[in-house]
T-cell receptor
Framework: DGGITQSPKYLFRKEGQNVTLSCEQN?????MYWYRQDPGQGLRLIYY???????QKGDIAEGYSVSREKKESFPLTVTSAQKNPTAFYLC??????????????FGQGTRLTVV | GEDVEQSLFLSVREGDSSVINCTYT??????LYWYKQEPGAGLQLLTY?????DMKQDQRLTVLLNKKDKHLSLRIADTQTGDSAIYFC????????????FGQGTILTVHP
C-alpha cells in the first residue's frame, strides 16, 4: 500500500530542545516538501527537495533544518532557534516529471507542542 | 512572490450547493488545485485544473477558472454534512515552479 507516513502523530518538546519529525514515502516520488500549518494562515512552505542530496529553503526556513540522504526519507528538525514551533506539520511528496505540474500527496501530519 | 487568497468561512444547508472562491496573483501558474482537509488529518487532493481550461467537472465537483481575473472557484453540488472540512486552493508552476502555494483555507460548515 503506497503512501506517505509521518511519525509521530503527536510530539511534545520542552523549550530549548531540538526535535526531529519523520517523513517516509514509498511512492517512488522524487520531490518532497515540509509545510507548517497554523490556524487561519493556510500552509507555509518550510523546505523542499526535488532530488536526493539537494534541498531548498521555502518561505519560513529559519529555525528548521532538513536532510535528504535517501529518496524515501525527508526528516525535519525543529531547532531551539525556532521561536514559535507549536504547529501542525505536514509532509508531502510529488512526482518530478520535469513539467510544471506538482500534484502533491500528503501525510497525516505531526502536531508539535512546546511545553 | 505568489499569493493565493480565499475567504475564511462558508456555511450552507445540507442539499444546497456550496461555492468556494479563490484568487491568485501569478498569471503564469499552470496548474490549480483544490484540496480537502478533515480535522486532524492531512490534505486530500479533490481535483485540479490546467490553466488552459475554463471548466472541469468531476461528479459533484465543478471547477471554474477565469484566467483573465485570476479567479478560481469550486462548486460542490448537493452538499452533505460529510463535506464539512477546510478546503484549500493551491497553485503551481510559473514563479512557484516545483512547489505549491496555498491559500489560507476556507472552513465549510454544512448544517442539517
Amino acid at each position: 500500500d503506497g503512501g506517505i507516513t509521518q511519525s509521530p502523530k503527536y510530539l511534545f518538546r520542552k523549550e530549548g530542545q531540538n526535535v526531529t519529525l519523520s517523513c517516509e514515502q514509498n511512492l517512488n516520488h522524487d520531490a518532497m516538501y515540509w509545510y507548517r500549518q497554523d490556524p487561519g494562515q493556510g500552509l507555509r512552505l518550510i523546505y523542499y527537495s526535488q532530488i536526493v542530496n539537494d534541498f531548498q529553503k521555502g518561505d519560513i526556513a529559519e529555525g528548521y533544518s532538513v536532510s535528504r540522504e535517501k529518496k524515501e526519507s525527508f526528516p525535519l528538525t525543529v531547532t531551539s532557534a525556532q521561536k514559535n514551533p507549536t504547529a501542525f506539520y505536514l509532509c508531502a511528496s510529488s512526482v518530478n516529471r520535469g513539467r510544471r505540474d506538482t500534484e502533491a500527496f500528503f501525510g497525516q501530519g505531526t502536531r508539535l507542542t512546546v511545553v | 512572490g505568489e499569493d493565493v487568497e480565499q475567504s475564511l468561512f462558508l456555511s450552507v444547508r445540507e442539499g444546497d450547493s456550496s461555492v468556494i472562491n479563490c484568487t491568485y496573483t501569478d498569471s503564469s501558474s499552470t496548474y490549480l488545485y483544490w484540496y480537502k482537509q478533515e480535522p486532524g488529518a492531512g490534505l486530500q487532493l479533490l481535483t485540479y485544473i490546467f490553466s488552459n481550461m475554463d471548466m472541469k467537472q468531476d461528479q459533484r465537483l465543478t471547477v471554474l477558472l477565469n484566467k483573465k481575473d485570476k479567479h478560481l472557484s469550486l462548486r460542490i453540488a448537493d452538499t452533505q454534512t460529510g463535506d464539512s472540512a477546510i478546503y484549500f486552493c493551491a497553485s503551481a508552476g510559473g514563479t512557484s515552479y516545483g512547489k505549491l502555494t496555498f491559500g489560507q483555507g476556507t472552513i465549510l460548515t454544512v448544517h442539517p
